[in-house]
């Protein structure tokens, strides 16, 4: 997910507006206080981490449906609305393990991030290219994992129910999945529907440290396999972007150089 | 229009265009108004990168402003309203920029502050001294020229703005900005316009001249919600084979020619970034142009949000530039310019040149707000690789140099020319 971070950097912006930085006053109040959120708790069946994970791969399709899947090509367009902003994403993954994500936006330009089996890699029109590496490289590996959702138990050194929650009005499961390397990444499972429908992790690299939630709707089938139509991310709490696919074809012939990584 | 687009474009925005209404535009109804106040105020509130608001109470702030902005007498004022509780921060890059700026530039011609002069007038020797007259300008066609002093814009005289900005007794890099900004304020007006100019040219002849306001044609560039900006580059080898690359904003459409420049001439002996009054831009940017002179890896320094940070890190990307790298600034350059200035003094890449840079230094976003306007707030700091924040102090050069108005006068450009001696002083010492 580090392609978040580069996206977020590019999105701020410091041309110096007409506020004109004067002098700072000489103590610091303390911060405000916010309330605590109080939820209703949830009262939903004790479940296990991989009965949890089991029954979203059935709600989603079944795990014959998901084996009989080897690509998938899925297109959309990205959005940026408070800061008018607006591209097109494309994301291509081939089993077992080729990954690539293309994203485009006016004003910015290209942004590539692919793992060809081995190597993980991103392209910026800031940075150029380079190869990643430790905690990033096992996240995109972890990532380009074709049908992850299968391999669960693999991925991911520790799987554990830390909780249920409310969310929409709605109880959830609370999964968090721990990996060797990186941060864990909490999901929210629907406790009825068994869709996942938010998801936070942490990104971690060389170009910083961001927290990425992700809310996930608009679930449809697709070869029988549901897929979520519609994302809702906020990077760093700061920049909120809606990716809302619009093409998913899977099956289809893809040739392994997509997934290279460029010369320059 | 380089350097003082960069302050101009959104200090006109959030100065100048305040001043300007499209004519015939509706006034927001009371109910619009309380939802922009709301949503101005909880942005800042939710989003600031210092929860403790800069040792602010952003609660109290709401409670004082909220019954002004229901009482302002018109939008202007509601959007003054906004601007001074924003100003209750007493950082940069918190701004309402109105719905005026963003008018489509046919219908705007003439009814908004978008007509210029082509001069560049700034703080020398404690007078406003012409620095700078772009090409083709009506300012150059009046004959006007680097080092006149400008003592009266419109029969208003300029020394009690001086001394008004000098009695805030802010820094000097700051007390320069302002008084650059509000010069600027004066002599832009809606295209078409005339504005007079009482000028000192050598010794003490003074003469009156009457310049016609024109909307500067060229390259514009709209990112987001940030108005349309001109951009503008200039690349040129130097005498004694120096490279020199000048661009007045980071903004996407430079960031090849920029790099390509820097390819074009890496059989310099040396290279020269003039920041020059260049607002900032997209902060990616800064280690976009930084990369080119890196052979390992680096990082420009770090921004810190409410929620994680951000290392502007440079990854070299084949043979870098190696020889020596002067960037020069002055009070105009900001933002990005002071990431990337800061940041390569620091790691020991590149002499800073010239005069301390304004010190607005804070990571920003610019979003709509209902009825029109935008508003751009900060949502990260930055600090250098040591640690140094920047936001209010800004970069001192390791080159200072005290331009003086003979020298202008003269057709120099001093801080140019300390930068290519430190260069040649560098190169002949390898």
Redesign the interface.
């Known amino acids: 997910m580090r392609r978040w971070?580069?996206l977020?950097?590019?999105?701020?912006?410091?041309?110096?507006?007409?506020?004109?930085?004067?002098?700072?006053?000489a103590?610091?109040?303390?911060?405000?206080k916010r309330p605590a959120a109080t939820k209703p708790a949830p009262k939903l069946p004790a479940i296990t981490p991989q009965e949890l994970i089991d029954k979203h791969i059935e709600a989603t399709g079944g795990r014959e449906a998901y084996e009989k899947l080897t690509s998938t090509v899925m297109k959309g367009t990205l959005e940026?609305k408070?800061?008018?902003?607006s591209g097109t994403i494309e994301i291509y993954q081939k089993a077992p393990d080729k990954f690539l994500t293309v994203q485009s936006i006016g004003?910015?330009?290209e942004m590539r991030q692919g793992v060809d089996g081995e190597t993980a890699w991103a392209k910026?029109?800031?940075?150029?290219?380079?190869t990643l590496e430790g905690v990033e490289l096992a996240t995109q590996r972890r990532a380009a994992r074709f049908n992850a959702i299968l391999h669960a138990s693999e991925l991911y050194d520790k799987m554990e129910i830390t909780g249920q929650a409310m969310l929409d009005g709605r109880p959830q499961y609370v999964l968090k999945l721990t990996p060797k390397e990186g941060k864990p990444i909490v999901q929210w499972v629907d406790g009825k529907t068994f869709l996942i429908t938010k998801t936070e992790m942490?990104t971690q690299g060389?170009?910083?440290?961001?927290?990425v939630v992700m809310r996930l709707m608009d679930y449809r089938p697709v070869d029988g396999v549901k897929v979520p139509f519609k994302t809702v991310g906020t990077m760093?709490?700061?920049?909120e972007l809606t990716i809302t696919v619009t093409d998913v074809k899977n099956n289809v012939p893809i040739e392994d150089s997509l997934f290279a990584k460029p010369a320059? | 229009m380089n350097r003082r687009l960069t302050v101009l474009a959104l200090a006109l925005a959030a100065l100048g265009a305040l001043l300007c209404r499209p004519a015939g535009a509706a006034g927001l109804s009371p109910a619009l108004r309380r939802q922009v106040f709301d949503l101005v105020w909880r942005r800042v509130y939710e989003r600031h990168y210092d929860p403790s608001f800069n040792g602010v109470d952003w609660k109290a702030v709401r409670a004082k402003y909220a019954p002004k902005a229901a009482a302002a007498k018109g939008d202007t004022a509601f959007y003054g309203v906004l601007q001074a509780m924003l100003g209750e921060l007493k950082q940069s890059h918190f701004a309402i920029i109105p719905p005026s700026v963003y008018l489509a530039e046919d219908d705007a011609r003439g009814r908004r502050m978008d007509g210029d002069v082509g001069l560049v007038v700034q703080l020398v020797g404690g007078q406003c001294v012409v620095t700078r007259v772009e090409p083709g300008s009506s300012g150059e066609q009046a004959g006007v020229r680097p080092g006149v002093v400008v003592t009266h814009v419109d029969g208003k005289p300029l020394a009690p703005l001086v001394e008004r900005v000098r009695k805030r007794k802010l820094r000097p890099a700051m007390e320069r900005l302002q008084v650059m900004m509000a010069v600027r304020a004066r002599l832009m007006g809606p295209s078409g316009s005339k504005v007079a100019l009482r000028c000192l040219e050598d010794g003490a002849s003074a003469r009156t001249v009457t310049l016609t306001r024109a909307f500067e044609q060229g390259e514009r560039f709209q990112f987001g919600e940030l108005p349309p900006l001109r951009l503008d580059m200039e690349t040129r080898r130097l005498d004694g084979n120096i490279g020199y690359v000048r661009f007045n904003l980071f903004l996407m459409p430079l960031m090849d020619r920029i790099r390509q420049a820097i390819r074009e001439m890496s059989d310099t002996r040396g290279f020269i970034i003039d920041l020059r009054g260049n607002g900032g831009g997209m902060g990616a940017m800064a280690w976009g142009v930084a990369t080119p002179f890196f052979d390992q890896r680096a990082s420009l320094g770090t921004m810190r949000l409410r929620s994680g940070n951000m290392n502007f890190a440079v990854f070299p990307q084949g043979e870098p530039f190696r020889g020596p790298l002067a960037i020069l600034i002055d009070e105009a350059s900001l933002s990005t310019s002071e990431v990337l200035a800061g940041g390569l003094q620091e790691l020991g890449r590149a002499r800073i040149v010239g005069r301390a840079t304004g010190g607005m230094v804070l990571p920003s976003s610019v979003e709509r707000l209902p009825g029109g306007a935008r508003l751009q707030y900060a949502v990260a700091d930055f600090r250098t690789p040591k640690g140094v924040l920047l936001e209010g102090r800004g970069v001192l050069p390791d080159i200072p140099v005290d331009v003086k108005r003979e020298e202008l006068l003269a057709g120099r450009d001093p801080i140019l020319e300390a930068a290519v001696r430190a260069i040649a002083g560098e190169t002949s010492a390898q």
């Open positions: 971070i580069v977020a950097a590019a999105l701020l912006v410091l041309p110096a507006a007409g506020a004109v930085a004067q002098k700072r006053p103590a610091k109040k303390p911060a405000v940026v408070a800061q008018g902003l004003g910015v330009g910026d029109p800031f940075t150029g290219v380079r942490t060389p170009q910083g440290e961001m927290t760093g709490g700061i920049v320059s």
